[in-house]
């Protein structure tokens, strides 16, 4: 079982920045990838951005340019840097860890993103 905590989520301006740290927990020995979804109110989920063990990257279109994914492997660690935020990013943000080779996958609760315009 592998435990997901987000945090650093909140309010900003239109403009500012933020920065999402995800930590896992449990059986996290071995390789993984980790990422993050984000869901709007009356909208489903929709992935955001992707760092694999490799350290390669894939990004939604709509923050390619703007957010940033990196991971401390030491730390079990991914984090999400959001600049240029805009009100259409508001949203619960979620990290999953998928675990290699198994593809199991765990999600995180949610933390609050609110970009007010």
């Known amino acids: 079982q592998v435990q997901l905590i987000e945090s650093g989520g909140g309010l900003v301006q239109a403009g500012g920045s933020l920065r999402l740290s995800c930590a896992a927990s449990?059986?996290?020995?071995?390789?993984?990838?980790m990422g993050w979804s984000r869901q709007a109110p009356g909208k489903e989920r929709e992935f955001v951005a992707r760092i694999r063990w490799s350290g390669s990257t894939d990004y939604a279109e709509s923050v390619k340019g703007r957010f940033t994914i990196s991971r401390d492997n030491a730390k079990n660690t991914v984090y999400l840097q959001m600049n240029s935020l805009k009100p259409e990013d508001t949203a619960v943000y979620y990290c999953?860890?998928?675990?290699?080779?198994?593809?199991?996958?765990?999600w995180g609760q949610g933390t609050q993103v609110t970009v007010s315009s």
């Open positions: 999953n860890i998928k675990l290699l080779p198994s593809q199991l996958q765990y």
């Open positions: 449990g059986r996290t020995f071995g390789s993984y990838n």
